[in-house]
Protein backbone atom coordinates (compact mmCIF):
# COMPACT_ATOMS: atom_id res chain seq x y z
CA UNK A 1 0.00 0.00 0.00
CA UNK A 2 0.94 3.41 -0.53
CA UNK A 3 2.09 5.93 1.89
CA UNK A 4 -1.49 7.54 3.61
CA UNK A 5 -3.22 4.89 1.79
CA UNK A 6 -6.28 3.49 4.73
CA UNK A 7 -8.00 0.29 5.48
CA UNK A 8 -11.49 -0.12 5.65
CA UNK A 9 -13.62 -3.48 6.89
CA UNK A 10 -16.46 -5.23 5.38
CA UNK A 11 -18.56 -7.15 7.58
CA UNK A 12 -19.50 -10.31 5.45
CA UNK A 13 -20.98 -13.51 6.17
CA UNK A 14 -18.37 -16.76 6.61
CA UNK A 15 -19.38 -17.93 3.22
CA UNK A 16 -19.08 -14.55 1.07
CA UNK A 17 -15.55 -14.38 2.94
CA UNK A 18 -14.56 -17.83 1.41
CA UNK A 19 -15.84 -17.05 -2.24
CA UNK A 20 -14.23 -13.66 -1.96
CA UNK A 21 -10.35 -15.30 -0.48
CA UNK A 22 -11.31 -17.77 -3.25
CA UNK A 23 -8.77 -21.85 -3.43
CA UNK A 24 -5.71 -20.44 -1.80
CA UNK A 25 -6.50 -16.81 -2.46
CA UNK A 26 -6.77 -16.58 -6.06
CA UNK A 27 -9.77 -14.73 -6.24
CA UNK A 28 -8.51 -12.11 -3.63
CA UNK A 29 -5.12 -11.66 -5.86
CA UNK A 30 -7.22 -11.24 -8.79
CA UNK A 31 -8.96 -8.02 -7.04
CA UNK A 32 -5.78 -7.03 -5.56
CA UNK A 33 -4.10 -6.69 -9.18
CA UNK A 34 -6.97 -5.31 -10.54
CA UNK A 35 -7.54 -2.25 -8.28
CA UNK A 36 -3.94 -2.39 -6.91
CA UNK A 37 -5.00 -2.78 -2.81
CA UNK A 38 -4.91 -5.18 -0.01
CA UNK A 39 -7.49 -7.83 0.47
CA UNK A 40 -6.96 -9.55 3.62
CA UNK A 41 -9.94 -12.29 5.56
CA UNK A 42 -9.03 -11.31 9.08
CA UNK A 43 -12.09 -13.01 10.07
CA UNK A 44 -16.01 -11.87 10.02
CA UNK A 45 -15.44 -9.80 6.74
CA UNK A 46 -13.13 -8.68 4.15
CA UNK A 47 -10.41 -5.86 4.68
CA UNK A 48 -9.68 -3.33 1.65
CA UNK A 49 -6.42 -1.26 1.62
CA UNK A 50 -5.18 1.59 -0.90
CA UNK A 51 -6.00 4.52 -1.71
CA UNK A 52 -9.95 5.68 -2.07
CA UNK A 53 -10.77 5.38 -5.63
CA UNK A 54 -9.00 1.93 -5.74
CA UNK A 55 -10.76 0.81 -2.30
CA UNK A 56 -14.28 2.21 -3.79
CA UNK A 57 -13.62 0.00 -7.07
CA UNK A 58 -12.56 -3.30 -4.74
CA UNK A 59 -15.74 -2.60 -2.86
CA UNK A 60 -17.90 -2.63 -5.73
CA UNK A 61 -16.45 -5.81 -7.26
CA UNK A 62 -16.81 -7.51 -3.47
CA UNK A 63 -20.31 -6.87 -3.17
CA UNK A 64 -20.90 -8.41 -6.53
CA UNK A 65 -19.17 -11.63 -5.57
CA UNK A 66 -21.35 -11.35 -1.99
CA UNK A 67 -24.27 -10.99 -3.63
CA UNK A 68 -23.76 -14.20 -5.90
CA UNK A 69 -23.26 -15.71 -2.39
CA UNK A 70 -26.50 -14.61 -0.96
CA UNK A 71 -28.45 -15.88 -4.15
CA UNK A 72 -26.46 -19.42 -3.72
CA UNK A 73 -24.89 -19.20 -6.93
CA UNK A 74 -21.05 -20.43 -7.17
CA UNK A 75 -18.00 -17.70 -7.45
CA UNK A 76 -15.62 -18.76 -10.02
CA UNK A 77 -12.69 -17.10 -11.25
CA UNK A 78 -14.48 -15.88 -13.93
CA UNK A 79 -17.23 -14.28 -12.14
CA UNK A 80 -14.51 -12.88 -10.57
CA UNK A 81 -13.05 -11.03 -13.37
CA UNK A 82 -16.72 -9.83 -14.16
CA UNK A 83 -17.12 -8.35 -10.59
CA UNK A 84 -14.07 -6.50 -11.67
CA UNK A 85 -15.03 -5.34 -14.99
CA UNK A 86 -18.08 -4.47 -13.51
CA UNK A 87 -16.62 -2.27 -10.85
CA UNK A 88 -14.52 -0.57 -13.32
CA UNK A 89 -17.45 0.39 -16.00
CA UNK A 90 -19.85 0.79 -13.67
CA UNK A 91 -22.46 -1.12 -15.28
CA UNK A 92 -24.32 -4.69 -13.64
CA UNK A 93 -24.18 -7.57 -15.78
CA UNK A 94 -27.10 -8.85 -17.54
CA UNK A 95 -28.66 -11.82 -16.14
CA UNK A 96 -31.86 -14.35 -17.09
CA UNK A 97 -34.29 -15.84 -14.12
CA UNK A 98 -34.53 -19.68 -14.99
CA UNK A 99 -35.37 -22.27 -12.93
CA UNK A 100 -31.82 -22.73 -11.20
CA UNK A 101 -31.71 -19.76 -10.52
CA UNK A 102 -29.88 -16.47 -12.26
CA UNK A 103 -28.07 -16.94 -14.87
CA UNK A 104 -25.73 -14.36 -15.15
CA UNK A 105 -22.94 -13.28 -17.81
CA UNK A 106 -18.99 -14.44 -17.14
CA UNK A 107 -17.44 -12.19 -19.37
CA UNK A 108 -17.26 -9.16 -21.04
CA UNK A 109 -18.45 -11.19 -24.32
CA UNK A 110 -21.06 -13.03 -22.77
CA UNK A 111 -22.82 -9.75 -20.93
CA UNK A 112 -22.45 -8.23 -24.47
CA UNK A 113 -24.12 -10.76 -26.26
CA UNK A 114 -26.95 -10.82 -23.20
CA UNK A 115 -27.57 -7.07 -24.00
CA UNK A 116 -28.21 -7.65 -28.09
CA UNK A 117 -30.33 -10.55 -27.34
CA UNK A 118 -32.52 -8.12 -25.07
CA UNK A 119 -32.18 -5.28 -27.65
CA UNK A 120 -32.73 -7.23 -31.27
CA UNK A 121 -35.16 -9.37 -33.36
CA UNK A 122 -31.54 -11.10 -34.76
CA UNK A 123 -28.41 -11.64 -33.12
CA UNK A 124 -25.27 -13.50 -34.40
CA UNK A 125 -22.84 -15.22 -31.72
CA UNK A 126 -19.63 -16.02 -33.24
CA UNK A 127 -17.17 -17.57 -31.90
CA UNK A 128 -14.65 -20.42 -30.34
CA UNK A 129 -16.18 -23.59 -28.56
CA UNK A 130 -16.68 -23.61 -24.75
CA UNK A 131 -18.02 -19.58 -24.79
CA UNK A 132 -21.60 -20.20 -23.81
CA UNK A 133 -23.28 -18.89 -27.06
CA UNK A 134 -25.74 -21.67 -27.42
CA UNK A 135 -26.34 -22.03 -23.62
CA UNK A 136 -27.40 -18.50 -23.00
CA UNK A 137 -29.77 -18.77 -26.22
CA UNK A 138 -30.94 -21.46 -24.57
CA UNK A 139 -31.15 -19.63 -21.30
CA UNK A 140 -32.80 -16.81 -23.00
CA UNK A 141 -35.16 -18.23 -25.21
CA UNK A 142 -36.55 -20.57 -22.32
CA UNK A 143 -36.57 -17.02 -20.05
CA UNK A 144 -38.82 -15.54 -22.64
CA UNK A 145 -41.00 -18.84 -22.79
CA UNK A 146 -42.00 -18.95 -19.16
CA UNK A 147 -42.42 -15.33 -18.91
CA UNK A 148 -45.15 -15.92 -21.98
CA UNK A 149 -43.10 -13.58 -24.39
CA UNK A 150 -43.00 -16.13 -26.93
CA UNK A 151 -45.17 -18.93 -27.70
CA UNK A 152 -42.45 -21.46 -28.48
CA UNK A 153 -38.94 -21.90 -28.18
CA UNK A 154 -37.50 -23.71 -31.80
CA UNK A 155 -33.99 -25.24 -32.24
CA UNK A 156 -32.82 -25.95 -35.25
CA UNK A 157 -29.42 -27.30 -36.78
CA UNK A 158 -27.56 -28.59 -39.61
CA UNK A 159 -27.25 -32.16 -39.96
CA UNK A 160 -23.96 -32.92 -41.36
CA UNK A 161 -23.13 -35.89 -40.17
CA UNK A 162 -26.37 -37.53 -42.11
CA UNK A 163 -26.02 -35.12 -44.89
CA UNK A 164 -29.64 -34.21 -44.07
CA UNK A 165 -30.63 -37.81 -45.35
CA UNK A 166 -32.16 -38.19 -42.09
CA UNK A 167 -34.81 -40.57 -43.60
CA UNK A 168 -32.15 -43.61 -43.20
CA UNK A 169 -32.53 -43.05 -39.60
CA UNK A 170 -35.13 -45.35 -37.58
CA UNK A 171 -37.95 -43.39 -35.83
CA UNK A 172 -39.90 -40.83 -35.95
CA UNK A 173 -38.27 -37.03 -36.55
CA UNK A 174 -37.27 -36.29 -32.94
CA UNK A 175 -35.78 -39.45 -32.66
CA UNK A 176 -33.84 -39.10 -35.59
CA UNK A 177 -32.35 -35.88 -34.66
CA UNK A 178 -32.15 -36.39 -31.17
CA UNK A 179 -28.48 -37.62 -31.46
CA UNK A 180 -27.59 -33.87 -33.49
CA UNK A 181 -29.75 -31.89 -30.38
CA UNK A 182 -27.59 -33.78 -27.81
CA UNK A 183 -25.78 -30.60 -26.21
CA UNK A 184 -29.42 -28.69 -26.86
CA UNK A 185 -31.38 -30.76 -25.09
CA UNK A 186 -28.80 -30.63 -22.30
CA UNK A 187 -28.85 -27.29 -21.78
CA UNK A 188 -32.59 -26.75 -21.84
CA UNK A 189 -32.77 -29.77 -19.28
CA UNK A 190 -30.30 -27.84 -17.01
CA UNK A 191 -32.13 -24.52 -17.41
CA UNK A 192 -35.66 -25.69 -16.87
CA UNK A 193 -35.66 -28.39 -15.08
CA UNK A 194 -35.82 -32.29 -16.93
CA UNK A 195 -39.57 -32.81 -16.42
CA UNK A 196 -40.21 -29.17 -17.56
CA UNK A 197 -38.74 -29.76 -20.64
CA UNK A 198 -40.27 -32.79 -21.14
CA UNK A 199 -43.72 -31.23 -20.59
CA UNK A 200 -43.16 -28.30 -22.46
CA UNK A 201 -41.64 -30.54 -25.77
CA UNK A 202 -44.57 -32.69 -25.61
CA UNK A 203 -47.30 -29.84 -25.38
CA UNK A 204 -45.33 -28.52 -28.40
CA UNK A 205 -43.66 -25.66 -27.12
CA UNK A 206 -40.34 -27.07 -27.61
CA UNK A 207 -39.64 -27.88 -31.11
CA UNK A 208 -36.51 -29.12 -33.04
CA UNK A 209 -35.98 -29.48 -36.34
CA UNK A 210 -32.91 -30.17 -39.19
CA UNK A 211 -32.50 -27.12 -40.86
CA UNK A 212 -33.34 -29.33 -44.37
CA UNK A 213 -37.19 -29.60 -42.73
CA UNK A 214 -37.46 -26.04 -42.11
CA UNK A 215 -38.44 -24.62 -45.87
CA UNK A 216 -41.44 -23.48 -46.77
CA UNK A 217 -42.62 -22.77 -43.01
CA UNK A 218 -43.34 -19.47 -40.98
CA UNK A 219 -42.34 -19.16 -37.59
CA UNK A 220 -44.30 -16.73 -35.26
CA UNK A 221 -44.20 -16.12 -31.66
CA UNK A 222 -41.30 -17.58 -31.54
CA UNK A 223 -37.77 -17.62 -30.19
CA UNK A 224 -35.58 -19.38 -33.05
CA UNK A 225 -31.78 -20.34 -32.31
CA UNK A 226 -29.92 -21.68 -35.47
CA UNK A 227 -27.04 -23.55 -33.80
CA UNK A 228 -23.91 -24.57 -34.97
CA UNK A 229 -24.49 -22.81 -37.97
CA UNK A 230 -21.04 -22.99 -39.48
CA UNK A 231 -22.24 -25.95 -41.13
CA UNK A 232 -25.60 -24.31 -42.70
CA UNK A 233 -25.20 -23.32 -46.68
CA UNK A 234 -25.64 -19.87 -47.87
CA UNK A 235 -28.98 -21.55 -49.36
CA UNK A 236 -29.81 -23.04 -45.68
CA UNK A 237 -28.93 -20.15 -44.08
CA UNK A 238 -31.07 -17.47 -46.69
CA UNK A 239 -33.62 -20.02 -45.93
CA UNK A 240 -33.68 -20.43 -42.66
CA UNK A 241 -33.14 -16.62 -41.92
CA UNK A 242 -36.40 -15.71 -43.89
CA UNK A 243 -38.62 -17.96 -41.87
CA UNK A 244 -39.17 -15.27 -39.00
CA UNK A 245 -42.87 -14.50 -38.87
CA UNK A 246 -44.40 -12.26 -36.64
CA UNK A 247 -43.27 -11.11 -33.03
CA UNK A 248 -40.34 -14.17 -33.61
CA UNK A 249 -36.51 -13.70 -32.23
CA UNK A 250 -33.78 -15.64 -33.41
CA UNK A 251 -30.29 -16.01 -32.60
CA UNK A 252 -27.94 -17.63 -34.70
CA UNK A 253 -24.47 -19.60 -33.38
CA UNK A 254 -21.67 -20.96 -34.53
CA UNK A 255 -17.43 -21.37 -34.78
CA UNK A 256 -16.48 -20.31 -38.39
CA UNK A 257 -13.28 -22.10 -37.64
CA UNK A 258 -15.09 -25.43 -37.49
CA UNK A 259 -16.79 -26.13 -40.58
CA UNK A 260 -17.93 -29.44 -41.34
CA UNK A 261 -18.85 -29.19 -44.85
CA UNK A 262 -17.40 -30.50 -47.83
CA UNK A 263 -16.75 -27.12 -49.45
CA UNK A 264 -16.13 -25.20 -46.99
CA UNK A 265 -16.50 -21.72 -48.59
CA UNK A 266 -19.78 -22.67 -49.00
CA UNK A 267 -20.50 -22.15 -45.38
CA UNK A 268 -23.42 -19.68 -44.92
CA UNK A 269 -22.14 -17.66 -41.22
CA UNK A 270 -19.56 -15.72 -41.92
CA UNK A 271 -21.67 -15.08 -45.63
CA UNK A 272 -24.39 -14.32 -43.23
CA UNK A 273 -22.57 -11.74 -40.54
CA UNK A 274 -20.79 -10.11 -43.44
CA UNK A 275 -23.60 -9.02 -45.36
CA UNK A 276 -26.37 -8.65 -42.77
CA UNK A 277 -23.99 -6.20 -39.61
CA UNK A 278 -24.98 -3.00 -39.35
CA UNK A 279 -28.73 -3.92 -40.62
CA UNK A 280 -31.26 -2.52 -38.44
CA UNK A 281 -32.36 -5.03 -35.96
CA UNK A 282 -29.61 -7.26 -36.67
CA UNK A 283 -26.71 -7.30 -34.03
CA UNK A 284 -23.30 -9.32 -33.67
CA UNK A 285 -21.49 -10.74 -30.82
CA UNK A 286 -18.00 -11.97 -31.48
CA UNK A 287 -16.39 -14.19 -28.72
CA UNK A 288 -12.71 -14.71 -28.17
CA UNK A 289 -10.72 -17.07 -26.27
CA UNK A 290 -11.11 -14.49 -23.32
CA UNK A 291 -14.96 -16.19 -22.96
CA UNK A 292 -14.05 -19.69 -22.85
CA UNK A 293 -15.48 -20.76 -19.90
CA UNK A 294 -14.88 -24.41 -19.79
CA UNK A 295 -12.02 -25.44 -18.58
CA UNK A 296 -8.84 -23.31 -18.84
CA UNK A 297 -7.30 -25.46 -21.02
CA UNK A 298 -9.78 -24.85 -23.48
CA UNK A 299 -8.55 -21.43 -24.46
CA UNK A 300 -5.43 -22.59 -24.49
CA UNK A 301 -5.88 -25.48 -27.06
CA UNK A 302 -8.24 -23.04 -29.28
CA UNK A 303 -5.43 -20.30 -29.08
CA UNK A 304 -3.41 -23.27 -30.28
CA UNK A 305 -5.32 -24.45 -33.33
CA UNK A 306 -5.76 -20.66 -33.88
CA UNK A 307 -2.08 -20.19 -33.75
CA UNK A 308 -1.49 -23.08 -36.60
CA UNK A 309 -4.14 -22.09 -39.07
CA UNK A 310 -2.23 -18.69 -39.37
CA UNK A 311 1.04 -20.70 -39.84
CA UNK A 312 2.44 -18.74 -37.05
CA UNK A 313 3.85 -21.15 -33.72
CA UNK A 314 1.76 -20.97 -30.31
Known amino acids: MRRGAISEFLP ?6 RAVAGPEGRHAALIEDAFHVLV ?16 RGARQAIETLAGRVASSLEVTPADVRVAIDQARSGSAAPGLTVRRGQVAAK ?5 LYLEALAKNDLVFGVGPAGTGKTFLAVA ?8 GEVERLVVTRPAVEAGERLGFLPGDLGEKVDPYMAPVWEAMSDILGAEAWRRRRDRGEIEVAPIAFMRGRTLSHAFVIVDEAQ ?4 LQMKMVLTRLGEGSRMAVTGDPSQVDLVNAADSGLAHAVSILEGVEGVAVTRFSTSDVVRHPLVGRIVEAYDADAAGRRP
Open 40 to 55: ETPGGGVSVGGESKAR
Open 107 to 111: TAGQA
Open 12 to 17: LPKEAV
Open 231 to 234: NASR
Open 140 to 147: HGASLLRS
